[in-house]
């Protein structure tokens, strides 16, 4: 039935009124009410779908469900969600009787009169969404967080009805399909094969999922558990290196959870498929977890960095089988907690399987910048947050729920000790299980098991924004300490008290102190260093678990601060001095670059000289003048090429990324032209395809004259995904300005944004500084995009969005058009405004930064 809206229609929604004049609003999205209205009413929720995929993407995806559940109220209309056009639904029972469709706000409506208390059935068929199902040529998946099932089939899209979910799917003849359930069986049926798989476990809609294509699969069973791997890489030596790496770490993540939460794995089957160009790491469907395929498919030339990254995403989605999975949030305002627990539960993973070390260190490095590149910023947001509409959960995830969360909770762990905090945790897990549990609720669970007031905790850690700045005020009588305080104040707003444990060092000629600090006040005053004797220097937050700003040691030589033993204590110094630079209470951009410089050959640990390579590539290109930039390009060339020389293997391929990622001399654009054409990489380092791929991307980006290098790539390069997304790129990198343009304008149409992570590529190179006096003219169209990139994106597309705009300009002129935008749409919605503000922070930290 096609329905004309008046303009008051489409502005105020319709309300349905019952008998007893209790009003329901019908509006888009899936309201709070609403969800509440639906939790208390339906039960006993069972879905049957079933999807006939053709051979042609463009062709249309014919589904059907059956949703069977209990009514406890059949005094008002219920709403099913179905964000379609209307006319999508192609008919419709409900009892076993034909029903009108009547559907208005992404919502189909069922009359009260054909409901009953007690069981119903909703039968209805249509044809699918497709953007939800990222459907490719010869594969596809479905992806639902946090509300796109809606998007695809009709139904209760809220996380806290879960509901058991089995599947029937016809696909094109030698496709694969993985899904949350065991497959019951499958048959031929002409150019088809039809999958019937048997019936998941209790799922919120938001986790079911599926995926079916032209995969390999490989099936293992380790400790008695079967596992089975779909995947589309090609490479014969990453699948050769990989496969058995990704089962053993599945396996070696689900012993160490099992024995640490006490629960058994918690689901039916243990499945993953590998998605070429996934947008995101990894989602945690149980028995269909997907993952970015280049994030697991690494080869002998994987860096430190890239093996411990996919320790960590396999523990992250692992986890996630627990956390968020067996017990999931009541509503998409606390999507951080299974997205902490992920994180938390993760680094635990890799603790065990990779050393205390190895773990501490990556913990600083992995989450402290990243939660201090939203803290610091005007649009910070805190953990939790209030979320009225479920279309407007995308804009709750970022660093602050994966970063600074994290912090929070080691910090927690730390105030209530680690035996008491697990015992609450397994408290909740157990109490809660296949249901769903809100922060209080945990909350509630973590206080049976410490004497801590853990609601004035939670009040500044989960619900304010910001970061202390911690102060020191020692003073000495001839050569020792007289007197020792260390206080801390907001670094914004109200005055507040973060309570946090770190440890600062005392560093002497022939040994160190460390003291352990509980700054659990304004000011606290350590009565047990009076008298000590004055050290040579002092590293404040030496563990690096404190969370602010913390005191800068200027006088620190270099061959001191290089020559520290503890990668976790160089790294804590790195990530102070820059915070502290952006602050202006520290090094300015130009002192800050000359000191990192210095570390480039004297910094032997791999993951930190990757951190110190991108600093110096952030105040390289963002915190320096175009001018003084090519006055210090070729010297900089040059030691990052002498460094390269002096260190060991995997350090060399850091150094030599971080040499593509600057070089701007002739002398180095011949340097880098010869090795890719050659395919000859500098002794010691080892370079993949993918490498070659971002070599010819940069000679391109620097070259007007280099046209075709990217045409032989491309003829290089044997996946047809790869192929295929360097082909997408190649506009976004053509030496012609209007070419460049019309690329930019193409990605104002939905269709051009699908492959999001190709998208960010792109934008990264068309704004790039080296191109950015002829694409700042694209910062107001992409700002004026933004809400509709936030309406059709996925989660974390949005803020990559901006990021990628705005992420590399220094200069006023574009700090300007930010504050246009700002001040001419004063009603945007508060979230997204965060996102702008947070991704605007650099270009307006650079108006007052003193270089």
């Not at 029972?93 to 919502?107: K, L, S």
């Not at 951009?589 to 991108?614: A, D, I, V």
């Not at 939905?750 to 500084?769: D, T």
Request: glycine content about 6%; proline content about 5%; aromatic content about 10%.
């Amino acid at each position: 039935m096609k329905i004309f809206l008046t303009a008051a229609a489409i502005l105020l929604p319709h309300f349905f009124v019952s008998a007893q004049e209790t009003i329901l609003p019908v509006q888009p999205g899936v309201s709070l009410s609403l969800a509440k209205y639906r939790k208390a009413a339906v039960h006993d929720i069972k879905y049957k779908v079933e999807f006939k995929v053709p051979e042609l993407k463009n062709d249309p995806v014919d589904g059907s469900v059956s949703i069977r559940f209990n009514l406890s109220d059949n005094a008002k209309p219920l709403q099913l969600d179905f964000k379609q056009p209307v006319g999508r639904v192609t008919k419709m029972e409900v009892n076993g009787h034909p029903a009108v469709v009547n559907q208005e706000h992404e919502h189909i409506l069922i009359e009260a009169q054909a409901l009953k208390k007690g069981p119903n059935e909703i039968k209805i068929g249509f044809i699918a969404g497709n953007a939800s199902l990222n459907r490719n040529d010869d594969y596809l998946y479905a992806l639902f967080v946090p509300d796109h099932a809606r998007s695809v089939f009709p139904c209760f899209d809220q996380p806290d009805l879960k509901a058991i979910f089995q599947l029937s799917i016809r696909v094109p003849a030698g496709w694969k399909v993985l899904a949350n359930g065991i497959l019951k069986d499958s048959f031929a049926e002409g150019h088809y094969k039809i999958y019937h798989f048997m019936p998941s476990d209790q799922l919120p809609t938001y986790l079911f999922s599926f995926t079916a294509g032209q995969y390999e699969s490989v099936k293992k069973s380790i400790d008695g558990r079967d596992m089975e791997l779909l995947y589309r890489e090609t490479d014969e030596k990453k699948i050769r290196l990989s496969l058995d790496s990704v089962f053993d770490l599945h396996s070696r993540a689900i012993n160490f959870l099992e024995n640490w939460t006490g629960i058994t794995y918690p689901f039916q089957k243990t499945g993953f498929v590998a998605v070429p160009d996934f947008q995101f790491g990894g989602m945690e469907h149980p028995g269909e977890v997907q993952y970015k395929a280049s994030s697991l498919f690494l080869d002998d030339a994987a860096t430190k960095e890239q093996l411990i990254s996919r320790v960590n995403l396999i523990s992250h989605e692992t986890a996630h089988m627990w956390f968020g999975d067996l017990v999931t949030m009541r509503w998409f305002n606390d999507v951080w907690m299974k997205e902490v627990f992920a994180n938390f539960m993760a680094d635990k993973v890799t603790e065990k399987l990779m050393g205390e070390e190895s773990f501490n260190l990556k913990f600083v490095q992995e989450h402290y910048p990243a939660a201090y590149a939203v803290d610091r910023t005007a649009g910070a947001n805190p953990i939790r947050q209030q979320l009225d509409n479920l279309q407007d959960a995308g804009s709750m995830y970022g660093n602050i729920i994966y970063h600074k969360a994290p912090i929070m909770m080691r910090q927690l762990e730390q105030l209530m000790g680690a035996a008491n905090f697990q015992a609450g945790v397994r408290e909740y897990l157990k109490k809660y299980a296949y249901g769903n549990a809100n922060w209080p609720e945990m909350v509630a669970c973590l206080g049976h098991h410490t004497r801590a007031d853990l609601d004035a905790w939670n009040n500044v850690w989960v619900n304010e924004t910001g970061r202390p700045v911690v102060d020191a005020d020692l003073r000495y009588a001839g050569n020792k300490i007289s007197s020792f305080s260390v206080s801390q104040h907001a670094e914004k707003g109200t005055s507040r008290i973060w309570p946090q444990v770190f440890e600062l060092t005392l560093v002497y000629p022939d040994h160190q102190e460390v003291v352990s600090v509980d700054l659990n006040e304004q000011v606290i005053h350590l009565k047990n260093m009076v008298g000590k004797a004055k050290p040579s220097y002092i590293i404040y937050n030496s563990n690096g678990l404190g969370y602010g700003l913390f005191p800068v040691n200027k006088d620190l030589r270099p061959d001191h601060l290089f020559g520290l033993k503890s990668p976790v204590q160089r790294a804590a110094i790195y990530i102070n001095a820059y915070e502290n630079m952006l602050n202006g209470t520290g090094y300015t951009p130009t002192g800050l670059l000359e000191l990192f410089e210095k570390g480039l050959c004297l910094e032997r640990e791999e993951t930190n000289l990757r951190m110190l390579t991108s600093y110096v590539a952030t105040l390289y290109w963002e915190f320096n003048t175009p001018v003084s930039r090519n006055a210090c390009a070729e010297p900089l060339e040059q030691l990052l090429w002498t460094a390269m020389q002096q260190q060991a293997a995997n350090n060399k391929k850091v150094l030599f990324s971080a040499y593509q990622n600057i070089y701007q001399s002739q002398s180095a654009g011949k340097r880098i032209y010869e090795i890719w054409r050659d395919q000859l990489p500098p002794d010691g380092v080892k370079l993949t395809e993918e490498d070659y791929t971002g070599m010819a991307l940069g000679i391109a980006l620097r070259s007007d004259t280099l046209t075709l290098v990217l045409k032989q790539q491309e003829g290089r390069i044997k996946n047809a995904d790869r192929k295929k997304r360097l082909e997408f790129l190649m506009p976004a990198l053509s030496p012609d300005v209007k070419v460049r343009d019309a690329f930019f304008g193409s990605l104002k149409e939905r269709k051009n944004r699908a492959k999001e992570s190709w998208v960010l590529s792109a934008l990264g190179y068309l704004h790039h500084p080296l191109r950015q006096s002829t694409a700042v003219k694209y910062v107001p169209e992409s700002l004026n995009l933004l809400e509709e990139v936030q309406a059709t994106g996925d989660i974390f597309f949005p803020q990559s969005f901006i990021n990628a705009t705005l992420g590399s300009y220094q200069c006023a002129e574009v700090a300007g058009m930010v504050k246009v935008y700002i001040k001419a749409h004063p009603d945007l919605d508060p979230k997204l405004m965060n996102k702008l503000l947070q991704a605007a922070d650099h270009v307006m930290r650079a108006q007052s930064i003193v270089w």
